[in-house]
């Protein structure tokens, strides 16, 4: 029996599946982590110590489960990304890891980059802006602040690249998470951009550019001892979780909308054809020649889990119930959910969150509801842009940890007015991994999806007209606090 690996490194878990060629799973295993918060503004993990510590173990649970005449056929590993890691000649890091967009230590290296450069020209050629998401400030980052570890880096790699490398002695970067490498690629082109990557990177060579679904090498020997894996299995390349996860659940044609509800909320469309806009990013897609439009916050999740915490650690279960009895619009209660600052759409790091209109009544659940409501008017705010810039979602898929909550999926329909797709399978960006890997080493025919639809989320009519009144109060909310709050954000 052929069976395939995925294996995705999140922000807050790395999760592993062992699937058949017809997507049906045989095996899970999950490890749960933390990323490091060492200074404000910054993201980062041990790239060894964590991601490939734990490629490892996962992979070992997932031999250990399969039937005893299986087959590993092929192995894709997605990540957390767009990152940076940065490796002396022997594969060891330099430094930890810096994270993608919650990390915005960069900021100065922005504003720098952006004037060298020009603004439109960035644009014109990344499709996007540069922001906190970006790869090339962070490079320059390392060299003004930490010149010791940029002078002992001889490569650079995001997650999956840095695991690919580990695994095979590769060196690739996979054209998606490429595209996120601002300004260091051409996305028209589906190429490196020579002279600005030549200015950023210096002496760092360019690593070889593979679409997500090729395979790119086969296990060493010393990656078989880690992973459990035989040598020899063939390695396909990966690319960023979201990507994979979009891939997982059938999200690949113009239109196709994927919603991730996780510690952050992150949007995928796939566009019809190329198209910029400076509040968003357009990225080369999972597929050969492909173009999406992406966005994302920079809490979601994340938001709650503090409220859990702070509040007395009651059961999620506990909080919801609260959160369900409270009406829509909380009862005048209103989130800016920036307790991280923001990415899409203000890409803000000096943002802060803001609960307003908070009274005595208000209780537990009221700050629970609010919440979802304050994430899901972001939402809307982002696909008023996808709107805008002539790319309107046609049909969304919801995907991610989020969706058990019932209070958070009904409130971005009723706010967004999207009907939700649920899907049967949501185990996320592994599964797409491992959909990766099969059409990699040609189990299945390219075109082939494993998404099976489970159930819908439609607007309330009710609903929807209340929310639409409170839209408007909520969208001045950020203009109208911005001075003071990055005035308490520089003193804090």
């Keep these: 029996m052929d069976l395939l690996v995925g ?56 031999v250990a489960a399969a039937p005893r005449a299986a087959h590993i056929a092929g192995l894709c590993v997605s990540g957390v990304g767009p990152c940076l890691v940065l490796c002396d000649e022997h594969l060891d890091p330099v430094r930890p ?50 010149p010791e570890a940029m002078a002992r880096a001889r490569r650079w790699y995001g997650s999956n690249s840095f695991i690919v490398a580990k695994l095979t002695g590769e060196y690739i970067q996979d054209h998606h998470t490429a595209s996120q490498c601002d300004p260091l690629y051409a996305l028209r082109d589906f190429d490196w951009h020579a002279e600005w990557s030549g200015r950023i990177l210096g002496s760092l060579p360019l690593p070889r550019l593979v679409w997500p679904g090729e395979t790119v090498g086969a296990l060493t020997p010393d990656a078989a001892a880690h992973t459990g894996i035989p040598a020899g299995t063939p390695v396909v390349a990966g690319t960023v979780d979201a990507y994979a996860e979009a891939f997982s659940v059938g999200v690949r044609n113009p239109g196709d909308l994927m919603l991730m509800y996780g510690s952050t909320m992150f949007l995928v469309q796939v566009l019809e054809k190329y198209h910029t806009n400076p509040a968003l990013w357009t990225t080369a897609g999972v597929e050969p020649g492909t173009f999406t439009f992406a966005a994302g916050t920079s809490t979601a999740g994340s938001l709650t889990q503090w409220l859990q915490k702070v509040t007395g650690g009651a059961p999620f279960e506990e909080l919801m119930a609260e959160a369900e009895a409270v009406p829509p619009g909380s009862e005048g209660l209103m989130v800016l959910p920036y307790l991280a600052g923001e990415r899409t759409p203000v890409f803000d790091p000096d943002a802060r969150g803001v609960f307003a209109g908070l009274t005595l009544r208000h209780g537990r659940g009221h700050l629970f509801r609010a919440s979802y409501e304050g994430i899901s008017f972001g939402i809307r705010q ?71 639809i489970a159930r819908e989320v439609a607007p309330d009519p009710a609903a929807r007209a209340r929310y639409d009144e409170l839209y408007a109060t909520w969208r001045e909310l950020y203009p109208a606090t911005r001075e003071q709050i990055h005035r308490l954000a520089a003193f804090g």
């Design 7 to 62: 294996i995705d490194l999140g922000t807050g878990s790395s999760k592993g599946v062992l699937v058949r060629p017809d997507g049906v799973v045989v095996a899970e295993h999950q490890i749960a982590h933390e990323i490091s918060l060492p200074r404000p503004g910054w993201a980062e993990v041990d790239p060894v110590g964590m991601w490939w510590a734990e490629v490892g173990a996962i992979s070992r649970a997932l």
């Design 382 to 452: 982002i696909l008023e842009m996808f709107d805008d810039a002539g790319s309107p979602a046609v049909r969304a898929v919801g995907v991610g940890g989020g969706l058990h909550s019932t209070v958070w999926t009904q409130a971005l329909s009723d706010i967004t007015g999207l009907t939700q797709l649920l899907p049967e399978q949501t185990i996320g960006a592994s599964y797409g991994d491992a959909l990766l890997a099969a059409i990699g080493v040609g189990l299945v025919a390219p075109e082939t999806d494993w998404a099976r």
């Design 97 to 146: 890891a810096i994270l993608y967009g919650i990390d915005s230590r960069a900021s100065a290296e922005i504003t720098a980059l952006t004037a060298e450069f020009g603004a439109q020209e960035i644009l014109r050629s990344a499709g996007k802006s540069l922001s906190s998401q970006a790869v090339g400030p962070k490079i320059e980052w390392v060299r003004r602040h930490e």
